[in-house]
């Protein structure tokens, strides 16, 4: 199986702030990954595919780059509505892994 | 609008069937295209894909699940099912069904709609 391994676990940051999650594959993935967002006691929400792509209705604060095994999502002006917990996930192969997540929280 | 809805028992023995069926509206399970999916999250943790199905039948299954689930659909009530046997305090989770789609023409695949997910708790 494809290991996924996002750093940081957890952030903490400020309205208007850069943030910078990253996901690194086991193996190379091209660009299969895809990002979600999770707040608490929802389902995820898609925010990225192929790695760079925006999915509709997303803002477009939201990007996402790499390829291979090394991955960023980015938010370049942090809103208070995006404190929550960010999960990459290859869609290479089978078993479609997720990474362990990374919970954002606004200072 | 598509909708999905999970539905099914919220407490289950240990060594017994766990049993959950996704009603979905607003499109049909006989759709070509889509791949009907379940995903669970332990509380407090992370995301694991289970599997899919196709409408015609097709599955796919996570390894690590697969000598334990059963994924079916029934076209005639617009339904998929889960079926996890011989489970364990391990396997007390949310679990989510979604649709497993990819952009048009390319081979790039996601979970775009989920439903809302129900907590299965696996204890005596």
């Known amino acids: 199986d494809i290991q996924m391994t996002q750093s940081p676990s957890s952030l903490s940051a400020s309205v208007g702030d850069r943030v910078t999650i990253t996901c690194r594959a086991s193996?190379?993935?091209?660009?299969?990954l895809n990002w979600y967002q999770q707040k608490p006691g929802k389902a995820p929400n898609l925010l990225i595919y192929?790695?760079?792509s925006l999915q509709s209705g997303v803002p477009s604060r939201f990007s996402g780059s790499g390829s291979g095994t090394d991955f960023t999502l980015t938010i370049s002006s942090l809103q208070p509505e995006d404190s929550a917990t960010y999960y990459c996930?290859?869609?290479?192969?089978?078993?479609?892994?997720f990474g362990q997540g990374a919970k954002l929280e606004i200072k | 609008q598509v909708q999905l809805q999970e539905s099914g028992p919220g407490l289950v023995k240990p060594s017994e069937t766990l049993s959950l069926t996704c009603t979905v509206s607003?499109?049909?399970?006989?759709?070509?295209?889509?791949?009907w999916s379940w995903i669970r999250q332990p509380p407090g943790k992370g995301l694991e894909w289970i599997g899919y199905?196709?409408?015609?039948?097709?599955?796919n299954y996570n390894p690590s699940l697969k000598s334990r689930v059963f994924i079916s659909v029934d076209t005639s009530k617009n339904q998929f099912s889960l079926e996890l046997t011989s489970v364990t305090a391990a396997d007390t989770a949310v679990y989510y069904c979604?649709?497993?789609?990819?952009?048009?023409?390319?081979?790039?695949?996601?979970?775009?709609?989920w439903g809302r997910g129900t907590l299965v708790t696996v204890s005596s």
């Open positions: 979604a649709i497993w789609s990819r952009h048009s023409g390319s081979y790039y695949w996601y979970f775009d709609l």
């Open positions: 607003g499109a049909s399970v006989s759709s070509g295209g889509y791949y």
């Open positions: 199905i196709y409408y015609s039948g097709s599955t």
């Open positions: 193996q190379s993935i091209g660009n299969y």
């Open positions: 192929a790695a760079s």
């Open positions: 996930q290859e869609t290479y192969s089978n078993p479609f892994t």
